[in-house]
């Protein structure tokens, strides 16, 4: 790091993290084993003796991020040390899950609910002697 380092921020994240669209280069990369290293229901971060982040709850929707200085959160503005910043969206649909239009969705649930209820009210054939 080059000095000064005052106002400047420092990028740590997961190689995941790295290869999503937006999201600029980090500083240095963690293992994803070693996340994560506080708990999103409320913890404290220490940064040595400089600062101290303490928070009741972490975002953890995928595209919300955590200010400390405001104690609020907002958008995420992911920027490194360089001052290079982007947005991410860490939470997409997963991979082979297709997504419907509302309207398929209630025709998919339509055709769901009228095949249960026809197969539920189906009565039984009485056995041939």
């Known amino acids: 790091m080059t000095p000064p380092t005052n106002d400047k921020f420092y990028l740590i ?8 669209p937006g999201a600029p280069t980090p500083d240095v990369l963690l293992p ?7 708990s ?8 040595v003796t400089y600062d101290t982040c303490t928070f009741a709850s972490a975002p953890t929707d995928g595209f919300t991020s955590r200010d400390c200085l405001t104690n609020t959160n907002g958008s995420n503005s992911p920027t490194n040390y360089a001052g290079a910043t982007g947005s991410v969206n860490a939470n997409p649909a997963p991979v082979g899950v297709p997504t419907l239009a509302p309207a398929m969705q209630w025709l998919a ?10 197969l539920f009210t ?3 054939r009485a056995a041939v002697r």
Do not use: Y
């Not at 994240?13 to 999503?20: G, N, V, Y």
């Not at 994803?32 to 506080?38: E, K, N, S």
């Open 109 to 118: 649930v339509g055709c769901l609910l009228a095949g249960a209820t026809w």
């Open 32 to 38: 994803a084993g070693v996340i994560p290293f506080f």
């Open 13 to 20: 994240a997961t190689p995941a993290f790295a290869a999503l």
């Open 40 to 47: 999103a229901s409320g913890d404290s971060v220490d940064f």
């Open 122 to 124: 189906r009565r039984p």
